[in-house]
C-alpha cells in the first residue's frame, strides 16, 4: 500500500548534521521518501559516508563541508540545492553538539559554544531557508531539532537544556511569522537517543546511563535514531499540511506534557 502524503518525490531538502546519527538517519529516510537530499555537516569523511549511502540505494545527494556557526558558507549550500531543484521544500536543522557540566562548573565558554551551534545555527538554517522559500513562493516545510531537556531539568545539560529551549520558542515565533506564506515550521523534540552524541566515554557507563534512562521510560527503553528520522519525515510530509508551530515529542514516554 503506498501512502502518497509521505511521498516527497521531485522535493529538494537539506538536511544539517547528515554525517551521523539523527541526522544521517533523516538524510537517507528522506532521500527513501524521494527527495534530493543536500546534505551538510563538519565531518567530511561522515558525510561521504551519508552521501554514499543515499546514492548506492539509487537517490539523489549532494554533500557540504560546512559548520552552522558560519552564516555564509550555510547560505551558500541553501542557494544551491534550491538551484539545483528548482526551489528548496525541506529544511531539517539537526546539527548539534552536547557539553556536560553542572550550573557551578559551567563557564561562559561552554555555553557559548553549545548556544553558537545548538541556538544560532539553527537560527541561520530556518532564516536561509525560510528566505529561499518565500522567494520562490515554495509552501516549504522547517523541521528543527528540540530535545526532552526541555521538559524536565536534566543535571548536567544546562548548556544543552536552555539552547534547545530557545530552539522551541524559535519554532513557535517562526510559525507563527511566516504561515501565512504556507510554510509549516514545527520541531521534534526526543527523548534519549543512542546516537554518537550521546556515547559515553566508557562503556560500563553507557549501559548504566542507558538502563537508568531504559526505567524511567513506559516503553522500557531508549530510543534509535531512525525513530527520530521518522518524526521529522512526517513532519516535511503533506501528512502533517495543518500543523505547525509544534512540538512532537517521540520520548518513550518519559515526559507527557499537556
Not at 559548520?67 to 539545483?84: F, P, Q
Not at 553542572?102 to 545555527?121: C, H, I, M, S, Y
Not at 520541531?187 to 566515554?201: I, K, L, S
Request: aromatic share 4%; net charge negative; charged share 20%.
Amino acid at each position: 500500500m503506498s501512502l502518497p502524503a509521505y511521498d516527497l518525490t521531485g522535493r529538494t531538502a537539506l538536511v544539517t548534521g547528515a554525517a551521523s546519527g539523527i541526522g544521517r538517519a533523516t538524510a537517507v529516510l528522506l532521500a527513501q521518501a524521494g527527495a534530493a537530499v543536500h546534505c551538510a555537516d563538519l565531518d567530511e569523511k561522515g558525510l561521504a559516508r551519508t552521501t554514499g549511502q543515499i546514492e548506492a540505494a539509487g537517490g539523489e545527494a549532494w554533500g557540504y563541508v560546512l559548520d552552522v556557526t558560519d552564516r555564509a558558507a550555510l547560505s551558500d549550500a541553501v542557494a544551491a540545492a534550491a538551484r539545483a531543484g528548482g526551489s528548496l521544500d525541506v529544511a531539517a536543522a539537526i546539527a548539534g553538539v552536547m557539553h556536560r557540566s553542572t550550573v557551578l562548573e559551567t563557564r561562559d565558554a561552554d555555553l557559548d559554544r553549545v548556544l553558537d551551534v545548538n541556538f544560532k545555527g539553527v537560527l541561520h538554517t530556518c532564516q536561509e531557508a525560510a528566505r529561499s522559500m518565500i522567494g520562490t513562493g515554495t509552501r516549504g516545510a522547517i523541521v528543527t531539532m528540540a530535545s526532552g531537556a526541555v521538559d524536565t531539568g536534566s543535571a548536567e545539560l544546562l548548556c544543552y537544556g536552555a539552547a534547545k529551549a530557545a530552539v522551541v520558542q524559535l519554532t513557535k515565533t517562526l510559525a507563527a511569522e511566516i504561515g501565512r506564506h504556507g510554510i509549516r515550521v514545527n520541531a521534534v523534540a526526543p527523548g534519549w537517543v543512542r546516537t554518537p552524541m550521546t556515547e559515553r566515554d566508557e562503556a560500563a557507563e553507557q549501559r548504566r546511563t542507558e538502563e537508568a534512562l531504559s526505567r524511567a521510560s513506559p516503553l522500557e527503553r531508549v530510543g534509535e535514531a531512525q525513530e527520530i528520522a521518522h518524526a521529522v519525515l512526517h513532519l516535511a510530509s503533506d501528512a502533517s499540511s495543518f500543523t505547525t508551530g509544534q512540538i512532537l515529542r517521540p520520548n518513550g514516554g518519559v515526559a507527557m506534557p499537556w
